[in-house]
């Protein structure tokens, strides 16, 4: 029966089968493999059907499932997987519902390299990617003997959404990072969601001093929490033999804890997203959780269902308030997926959010998702950071890069500001990104008395600097500048005095009909105000604005054919200056 199948018997051949190939009734095929190389390269059709592929390794009590859009009319890129550790063993590998994938069933080969075009046009140079395939939240963000960790949701398979494992990188400056093997793999529980990493000082879970444990969700057939832990600097993590921690109370959405360690209450706390709503859990050892409370039931927004919450404190004036980020996906202030925040009192059991003008976004932006902030911080630095996905759930699976899925945003430091009427977080880069500055180049201030075109600096910035600039309005209301390249693509930074906003217009931007919802004009509230600090950066495919020291932020993608090299004032009405203009390169 194997041999009727002419294109399994070209797979045999490229992959070396030792052993005999089965059809089944429902045209799955299953094929043992010795492995000789280190890795089996399957390729890929982005458009293509995904199938579910299971594979049995030799030491693995039982079999990895992956869901994999093998490719049928066209390969358009390749996805490994690594099997260096089974040389001279055989790994058995089932696809199912193969009969219109023969194109790429004919191709999947060994190989001992796995190569593609790292600098692709939209990869950034100083935002964190993951190597090649899908990424979206941050996961897991702990500081541990020196390093940040930054885990990601991570699907190495392919460049859309699925097979969600922890991908893992490790920087020591929050600016370069190095990549490691993806950290937490799917099991029979389901795929690993986000969630958060905590080390474990006092060995409050028997995992060992120090052990870092990271708590996350474990996706199947309901969601539930779980817990895994390392005590070698987060290389390796091993799974709780009792996961899950939290089971499933009947609540569909129930997914991304974030855990602390709340020195007063004496016990670990967790926040969980559960349907439109937050609830608080407490534990004395990561193991055993009971319930406190529940938060969100009228406050806020409603729009969508949230997800990623992270409660933390920070000091203003001396005194302690607790910032509670939710994450919302869609109903964010310019559509799809955006955070909100809530700013008010935490008493190991109960969050009590003030009285403000809620919802509260952090980022006005169309592409800040999902981001939380980093744990285990050190007392001496005593910063808030935050990283967020670069990307928005209406379209990330579509944008147009190739080997990769997405970027974060800078790092950021987030505090506690009074615009004038309340309290608000801002976020701002952290200082660290400074060390990125190259080559400095002012510009006389200029009193924009007509639309003015400054081509030359820009030139040799490669799509990839940071402006700097303080607007005085004067008489304008209506006034602004763009970025663009030659063939006239450009996003414009708006200020609207009379709406008292600030718009980013990506309409013409460049690729932009990849996703009909892409095409946008993002706002934000501002304050009205004689003078603005503007700081923008720009890597290749995106930009950042923070007004007034992150008291406004927008945080934008964009896809141009060529990269952005003339920048230029505009006004609608009145005159207004642009002062003490300085643009840096960007360069690791
Ligand atoms: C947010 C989110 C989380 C979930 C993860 C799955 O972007 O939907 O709620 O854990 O992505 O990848």
Same mark, same amino acid.
């Given at each position: ?7 399994f ?7 070396? %089968? ?9 045209e ?13 390269? #399957? ?10 592929? &299971?594979?049995?390794y030799?030491?693995? %009590?039982?079999p ?6 093998? @490719? ?17 063993q055989?790994?058995?590998? !089932? ?13 999947i ?7 593609? !075009? ?11 990617? =993951? ?10 963000? +702990? ?8 885990f ?6 392919g ?15 929050? +600016? ?9 793999? =799917? ?13 474990d000082?006092?060995?409050t ?16 057939? !309901?969601?539930?929490?779980?817990? @895994? ?15 899950p ?13 974030k ?16 349907? *439109? ?11 055993s959780?009971?319930?406190? %409370? ?5 406050i ?58 809620? =919802? ?28 967020g ?40 880069? +952290?200082?660290?990104?400074? &060390? ?10 200029? /009193?924009? /008395? ?10 040799? *910035? ?23 390249n ?7 930074f #708006? ?56 008291? #406004? ?24 200056s642009?002062?003490? #203009? ?7």
């Amino acid at each position: 029966m194997c041999r009727n199948l002419i294109g399994f018997l070209l797979l045999s051949v490229l992959i070396i %089968s030792t052993g005999c190939n089965k059809k089944s009734t429902n045209e799955a095929i299953q094929h043992q493999l010795k492995i000789e190389k280190n890795y089996i390269l #399957i390729p890929i059709q982005e458009k293509a059907d995904e199938l579910k592929f &299971t594979i049995h390794y030799p030491d693995a %009590s039982e079999p990895e499932i992956l869901w994999i859009r093998l @490719a049928q009319q066209q390969i358009d890129y390749w996805v490994k997987i690594d099997v260096t550790k089974f040389i001279n063993q055989s790994v058995s590998i !089932e696809i199912e519902n193969t009969h219109r994938a023969e194109l790429g069933v004919n191709n999947i080969k060994q190989s001992d390299k796995f190569e593609f !075009e790292y600098h692709e046009q939209f990869r950034p140079v100083y935002h964190f990617t =993951p190597q090649y395939g899908w990424m979206n939240d941050p996961n897991g963000m +702990v500081y541990f003997d020196g390093e940040y960790h930054l885990f990601f949701q991570y699907n190495p398979y392919g460049n859309r959404w699925q097979n969600m494992h922890w991908g893992h990188a490790v920087s020591t400056d929050l +600016v370069s990072w190095t990549y490691l093997p993806p950290a937490i793999a =799917p099991d029979s529980l389901g795929s690993i969601f986000s969630g958060s990493a905590v080390v474990d000082k006092n060995n409050t879970a028997g995992f060992g001093e120090n052990a870092i444990v990271a708590i996350y969700t474990s996706a199947g057939k !309901e969601q539930t929490q779980s817990i @895994a832990y390392s005590t070698d600097k987060g290389r390796n993590f091993t799974k709780y033999n009792s996961n899950p921690v939290i089971p499933n109370p009947g609540i569909w959405d129930f997914r991304d804890p974030k855990v602390f360690w709340h020195n007063t209450s004496n016990q670990w706390i967790m926040t969980l997203a559960t349907k *439109q709503s937050v609830t608080f859990y407490g534990s004395p050892d990561l193991k055993s959780w009971t319930r406190l %409370s529940e938060f969100g039931n009228g406050i806020g927004s409603h729009a969508g269902v949230w997800e990623c919450p992270d409660l933390f404190p920070l000091r203003y004036q001396g005194k302690t308030k607790w910032v509670l980020i939710v994450s919302i996906n869609p109903g964010g202030p310019n559509h799809g997926s955006a955070s909100q925040y809530f700013i008010g009192n935490f008493d190991g059991k109960t969050f009590t959010a003030d009285p403000l003008p809620y =919802p509260l976004w952090l980022d006005y932006g169309r592409d800040n998702y999902a981001g939380v902030t980093w744990s285990n911080i050190p007392e001496n630095d005593g910063r808030r950071i935050f990283i967020g996905w670069m990307s928005n759930w209406d379209y990330a699976n579509d944008v147009p890069s190739l080997n990769f899925r997405s970027a974060m945003t800078v790092p950021r430091e987030l505090t506690l500001l009074h615009n004038g009427k309340h309290l608000i977080v801002a976020s701002y880069p +952290v200082a660290e990104i400074n &060390t990125l500055r190259g080559k400095k180049t002012k510009i006389a201030n200029k /009193t924009i /008395t007509t639309t003015t075109l400054v081509e030359s600096i820009l030139k040799e *910035q490669f799509g990839v600097f940071e402006l700097n600039m303080t607007i005085k309005p004067q008489q304008a209301k209506i006034f602004g500048f763009s970025l663009m390249n030659e063939s006239k693509e450009k996003v414009k930074f #708006i200020f609207d005095l009379n709406q008292r906003s600030i718009m980013v217009d990506r309409k013409e931007s460049g690729m932009t009909d990849f996703h009909p919802n892409f095409a946008s004009i993002p706002f934000a509230p501002l304050s009205l105000s004689n003078i603005y600090h503007v700081r923008l950066l720009v890597d290749k495919a995106s930009s950042e604005i923070f007004i007034n020291e992150g008291e #406004i932020v927008l945080t934008n993608i964009h896809f141009t054919s060529s990269q952005f090299n003339q920048l230029e004032f505009f006004k609608e009405d009145g005159h207004w200056s642009a002062e003490d #203009i300085s643009i840096y390169e960007l360069k690791r």
